[in-house]
């Protein structure tokens, strides 16, 4: 497998998929909900996971398709190549604000991510990394993060997990927002992981993701030492909904010691 290559290759086809949710903009979405009326997908959603479907099998026959949208044929196992896809992470800020929403893949082989990419689509930039080459954000390389003290720390956390849930003690987590310096919530768990493996965010958390939320970014994660795991503090689960905590090497542990009790 010519890693290169494939780099390359699933570059130009995030960017032309970029191109394509742009000009989706004017002719008109058709939204609906799915699991709740806040889950929401739109027609572009569907059309840009089948663009993907489309271009990747037509070029590379063998490689297996796990999408957020369901477009392909079922993914219950990792062997070989499987892109994990979300061809659009943040779809209630696409449909609300038409910004702040990104295009996400990791390509893994055998299990093993290799290929991790968040794409923000209407700043054209492009976060990603090649495992065990690097991590860049557009033409720079990112550098390994530098340790924050938790006090100082600034964490990415949706204000459902602070309000009594079935999930989580969000009293617990009541106390990690008093302790840390602030906190910030921007409605795409991809931009989220994005902005903590560039040091703007410290941590982020969720009761709650999917493979493709966090596929490539735990990839990129790895490059810049960012630790990504559930809440148990062990491997996501790559073809199952999981808890997930990715933050700086400095305070990940500190925050599921202390601050974390699942119920
Ligand atoms: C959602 C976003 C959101 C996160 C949800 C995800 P979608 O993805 O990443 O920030 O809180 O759990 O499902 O549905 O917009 O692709
Ligand atoms: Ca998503
Ligand atoms: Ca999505």
Do not use: C
């Not at 990419?117 to 495992?131: E, G, Q, S, W």
């Not at 921007?186 to 493709?212: C, H, N, Q």
């Not at 735990?218 to 559930?230: D, L």
Request: without cysteine; aromatic residues 10%; hydrophobic residues 45%.
């Amino acid at each position: 497998m010519d890693i290169t290559k494939l780099d390359h290759f699933a570059q130009a086809l995030i960017k032309e998929a970029g191109e394509r949710i742009r000009s989706a903009f004017s002719y008109d979405l058709v939204v609906e909900t799915k699991s709740n009326a806040n889950d929401l997908v739109t027609n572009i959603d569907r059309e840009t996971e089948l663009f993907f479907i489309e271009k990747i099998t037509a070029q590379h026959p063998t490689h297996r398709i796990f999408g957020e949208e369901g477009m392909g044929k079922p993914v219950t196992f990792l062997e070989g190549v499987v892109w994990i896809i979300d061809p659009i992470d943040g779809t209630m800020n696409f449909v609300k604000q038409h910004r702040h929403f990104m295009i996400t893949i990791g390509i893994f082989i055998d299990g093993v991510g290799k290929l991790g990419y968040i794409y923000d689509v209407m700043r054209d930039d492009l976060f990603y990394a090649i495992a065990g080459v690097g991590a860049w954000y557009n033409d720079s390389p990112l550098r390994k993060l530098q340790p924050v003290k938790l006090e100082e720390a600034v964490i990415g956390i949706n204000a459902n997990w602070v309000t009594p849930n079935d999930k989580i003690n969000h009293e617990k987590l009541i106390s990690l927002i008093r302790k840390v310096r602030g906190t910030r919530s921007y409605g795409s768990a991809a931009m989220e992981i994005a902005f903590v493996v560039t040091g703007k965010l410290d941590a982020y958390l969720s009761m709650r993701l999917s493979p493709w939320d966090i596929g490539g970014g735990t990839i990129i994660a790895t490059e810049v030492g960012a630790v990504a795991t559930n809440l148990n503090g062990e491997y996501f689960d790559f073809l199952n909904q999981d808890t997930f905590l990715i933050g700086n090497p400095a305070i990940h542990k500190e925050i599921l010691e202390k601050y974390i009790e699942q119920l």
